[in-house]
């Protein structure tokens, strides 16, 4: 079971002061790249894993999508979301994604953001996510780069000189990490890049996009706060797609004088029970 931290009155009243909680995506300095990533959503069936206030899920219905369904383990966090669809074109459901169940084949985009650093065990829910995709269905998602998360006490240093550096220990140890960010003790997943992509590549998605997210020289000279986020990646965006891996293809003809054509074709997703 998660620790579902966003419950949590004081961390959820924080949480609720962020910029990007107050201003929705516009407030979320990674939207701009992650939009870009994302399909012409126009008919399709969209699931979000950890929607939060459903920023997304508003966004992708109203891009033309077919249907969003937003998925959360915080009551909170779903509550505002569904407070603000009262038409109820979204669906909203409380499901904890590390025991999450989808129906096989039934969307074709699935999105998260910054939520998959709070799962322990990715390899379950990314499967589900895998199978619930439509082949060539598209996954979508951000989550705090391991640069950021990898150190046991996460945060800047200032040299003598004023030379700003982000130190970093136990890069390889992979697993929790605690912080004390918006409330004590919020748990959170530190994995290397490689398992990540590895990960995704092993369960049979395809990459189609890795990025270490830096503001642009645009942002930052809206904003020169922002600079400080050239000096070591924040977030981590990838974009990868269901594939199908022809796995086995036979030709064989002759026989008793006449050609005889075998044609054996064996599809592999990534799911063995799905080759046909
Ligand atoms: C940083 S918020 C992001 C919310 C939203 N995706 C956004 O970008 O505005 C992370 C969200 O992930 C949810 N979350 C964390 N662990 C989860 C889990 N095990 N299952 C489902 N949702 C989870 C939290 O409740 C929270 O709403």
Redesign the pocket.
């Known amino acids: 079971m998660?620790?579902?931290?966003?419950?949590n009155p004081e961390f959820f009243e924080n949480?609720g002061l962020m910029e990007?909680s107050v201003k929705g995506l516009d407030g979320?300095s990674e939207w701009p790249s992650m939009r870009t990533l994302v399909p012409d959503l126009r008919g399709c069936r969209v699931v979000?894993?950890?929607?939060?206030?459903g920023?997304?899920c508003r966004w992708a219905s109203g891009q033309g999508a077919a249907h969003v369904l937003g998925?959360?383990?915080?009551e909170k966090?779903l509550a505002r979301a569904m407070a603000a669809d009262p038409d109820g074109r979204i669906t909203y459901r409380r499901?904890?994604?590390?025991s999450l169940e989808l129906p096989v084949q039934s969307f074709d985009v699935a999105y998260?953001?910054?939520?998959l650093h709070?799962?322990a065990d990715l390899d379950k829910p990314l499967t589900t996510v895998h199978r619930a995709l439509a082949p060539g269905g598209r996954l979508i998602f951000s989550i705090e780069h391991p640069i950021y998360m990898a150190p046991t006490h996460p945060g800047w240093r200032v040299d003598a000189d004023g030379r700003k550096t982000w130190p970093i220990d136990k890069y390889s140890v992979e697993g929790p990490r605690t912080t004390d960010w918006l409330a004590k003790g919020v748990m959170k997943y530190h994995r290397t890049m490689g398992t990540t992509l590895n990960l995704l590549i092993r369960i049979g998605f395809a990459l189609e996009h890795v990025e270490e997210w830096a503001p642009t020289d645009r942002q930052v000279t809206a904003r020169p706060e922002m600079a400080e986020e050239l000096e070591r990646p924040m977030f981590l965006l990838v974009a990868a797609r269901r594939v199908r891996t022809l796995l086995r293809y036979t030709f064989a003809a002759k026989g008793n004088g006449a050609m005889q054509t075998l044609k054996t074709l064996l599809w592999f997703d990534g799911n063995a029970e799905e080759a046909v």
């Open positions: 998660t620790q579902n931290i966003y419950d949480y990007r979320a979000e894993l950890g929607c939060g206030y920023w997304f998925l959360d383990v915080s966090m499901v904890d994604m590390e998260s953001s910054l939520a709070y799962i």
